[in-house]
């Protein structure tokens, strides 16, 4: 099992009063970031380790718990080994760092207890020896918690824990200067806001199948950090999404498809970054929304797209597609998805040339093959699933 320890003792550097881990971070709260790092990195329990309870750390504790898995707040090493499973292997994340998902991801599957280090340039860094500084990052076993929780309660519990897991012979792990740039330890409100945007925006889960990854999911990373930054509410997109929805339907009835088919992409866009920032602002509903009204705006296409070229032909194509895609999408189960499978954006993307072209029966016939073929596929998976 493996659990997570956050620590967040400390007062912000430019707002006393106010604990560094809940400054505000990229739409989120400091102490947010780091449990979703965590859990993404498989772990099922996490514990704040607080110096008081402020009202802003309740709310951080609520929304965490609402992503599942477990969540306490502890004073100190006892509190923490009464909640702690006794076989858990403990993720340590010192009070204010920032970092990667993937530096997480290697520290979590180390095999023994593991330090994280880096060069002692900076007075934020907690020195482990003459040569070397803790980064703030650590994998533990849950019984070093528990040595702590033995001594007396006024020793540091940060503090105590590292130098007990460097007495014990952890393996002291070196940061790779490439992630450098992504990790730092930071208690002050501006620095933050800065480093806030883009590393939040970078949780943004990368779609598997090709068109959304490659198409969609670049533009969705390029406009997230300046909507965060400006504080842009997440209906602002959803909004816009519809109203472009609604002009791309009026353009292909007055007969332009081809303007029609690139405002319902711009459309899609503007839907996808709408369920991105509502992934990130834990804005659960809007985000569901969104993510269902990428499908609806290419199904309305799809079909104005045939209807407009051939009432009877282009109506029955299209209403293929529609049928072949809305039933892909509820069978292509997340573990199952591959690279080369159909999506809503991928419909668009063949459409696109056969339309401008001057072939759209032909456009939405490639499209729903595409889509059958991939369903046919997706049901195949999952009679193989174990």
């Known amino acids: 099992m493996l659990a997570g320890l956050i620590f967040t003792t400390e007062d912000a550097d430019d707002r006393p009063g106010t604990l560094a881990g809940t400054l505000p971070f990229g739409g989120l709260t400091l102490v947010e970031f780091q449990a979703r790092l965590l859990a993404a990195a498989g772990a099922t329990q996490i514990i704040l380790v607080v110096s008081r309870m402020t009202p802003e750390l309740l709310g951080v504790i609520g929304r965490i718990g609402r992503r599942g898995g477990s969540v306490d707040a502890v004073r100190s090493a006892q509190d923490a080994v009464a909640k702690l499973h006794p076989l858990a292997r403990v993720l340590i994340v010192a009070d204010g760092v920032v970092t990667s998902g993937d530096i997480i991801q290697s520290l979590a599957s180390a095999g023994h207890d593991t330090i994280v280090i880096c060069d002692p340039d900076d007075h934020r860094y907690e020195r482990v020896s003459a040569k070397a500084a803790w980064a703030g990052l650590a994998l533990l076993d849950g019984k070093r918690v528990a040595e702590v929780a033995a001594m007396p309660r006024d020793y540091d519990f940060q503090s105590t824990l590292l130098r007990v897991a460097a007495q014990a012979g952890a393996e002291q792990v070196r940061l790779d200067p490439r992630d450098a740039p992504k990790h730092a330890i930071e208690r002050s409100a501006d620095a933050l806001t800065r480093r806030g945007t883009s590393t939040v925006a970078a949780l943004v889960a990368k779609p598997v199948r090709w068109a959304e990854r490659f198409l969609l999911a670049p533009l969705v990373r390029l406009s997230l950090p300046p909507l965060m930054a400006r504080l842009v509410p997440t209906l602002a997109p959803l909004t816009l999404a519809g109203a472009l929805s609604v002009a791309a339907l009026g353009v292909i009835v007055a007969r332009h498809p081809v303007i029609g088919l690139m405002l319902a992409a ?121």
């Open 266 to 386: 711009v459309a899609l866009v503007a839907a996808s970054v709408a369920t991105a920032l509502g992934w990130v602002r834990e804005e659960n509903r809007i985000a569901a929304v969104a993510m269902h009204a990428r499908s609806g705006i290419v199904a309305l296409v799809v079909l104005a797209i045939g209807v407009r070229a051939d009432p009877v032909a282009g109506t029955s194509l299209a209403g293929g597609l529609i049928v072949a895609g809305a039933l892909l999408e509820r069978a292509a189960l997340p573990a199952l998805l591959r690279r080369w499978w159909a999506s809503p954006a991928a419909y668009l993307v063949i459409l696109l040339p056969l339309v401008v072209i001057g072939w759209p029966l032909i456009g939405l016939a490639a499209a729903g093959l595409y889509a059958a073929g991939t369903l046919a596929a997706a049901i195949e998976a999952f009679r193989q699933k174990p």
